[in-house]
């Protein structure tokens, strides 16, 4: 039976990588997004190829329009089995000076979001009693600590956390549900633009050494779901060659 799985920030990044990957495995792949337009440009781009993706107009920075995707998915399509949280967003807004609406951004997305989106996937899970899969993409931000981290790596840490918090919480359910976090080191995507302002930063950032693509975060995400039903990966760190942190 064709599993549903759900992605979100699958307009750009990591996340659009991760839609790819699965929908040509045969998941039935939902995302959602704050780019309509890019969620359904990917949706033409793999239709030609002959695949299909569900996307959706989401800014998960509110909790209604969360809401309402989530009475649109279950009227849709039913129970989600598997949620990979990919939306994040990151700004060098530091601890001394940085904007509080950016703060408020990047703990809202990365951090409330995340665990909306997980609680109402898990509530169909749990009350079906079947099987499920919570997938978060983390950062290697969030297993250590830069100059410049500030607010960011203070979401990817909380992330840590609340995967590890999240595993012994579904304990109850005897290995039903599993729990894994993915945390990238330098992958070559928008993020790096975004964070600085700035795109020449960016391309200093990315000739330091041979940075990962969002392809590769996207083969490790089903290499775990690929596993044994008795073997819950945890979390993997995945570091281009050359980078020393």
């Known amino acids: 039976m064709q599993k549903i799985v759900l992605v979100t920030g699958g307009s750009s990044g990591i996340g659009k990588d991760i839609v790819r990957r699965l929908a040509i495995e045969d998941y039935k792949v ?14 033409l781009e793999l239709r030609k190829k002959g695949y299909s993706i569900y996307p959706f107009q989401t800014d998960l920075n509110s909790e209604k329009e969360i809401s309402n995707l989530f009475n649109k998915i ?18 060098k807004a530091p601890l001394l000076n940085g904007p509080t609406k950016l703060w408020k951004e990047m703990l809202a997305i990365n951090v409330i979001a995340l665990c909306i989106c997980t609680r109402e996937v898990l509530k169909g899970i749990i009350s079906s009693k079947s099987k499920g899969h919570i997938i978060n993409i983390s950062s290697l931000s969030g297993h250590r600590n830069t100059s410049e981290g500030g607010m960011y790596t203070a979401t990817k840490f909380a992330v840590t ?31 790096h633009e975004n964070y600085y302002n700035n795109p020449d930063t960016a391309e200093s950032v990315y000739k330091e050494f041979l940075p990962l693509n969002g392809s590769d975060i996207a083969e ?3 290499y775990v779901l690929s596993q044994n039903e008795n073997v819950q990966v945890h979390d993997i760190l995945i570091r281009p060659i050359g980078q020393p942190l």
């Open 161 to 191: 956390a609340i995967t590890e918090s999240l595993r012994r919480e579904l304990l109850v359910t005897n290995g039903r549900i599993k729990v894994t976090q993915i945390s990238p080191g330098l992958v070559k995507t928008g993020f």
């Open 74 to 91: 279950n009227n849709e399509f039913g129970q989600i089995d598997i949620l990979v949280n990919a939306a994040a967003v990151g700004y």
């Open 220 to 222: 490790a995400v089903f």
């Open 30 to 43: 939902i995302t959602c997004a704050r780019r309509i337009d890019k969620l359904e440009d990917l949706a």
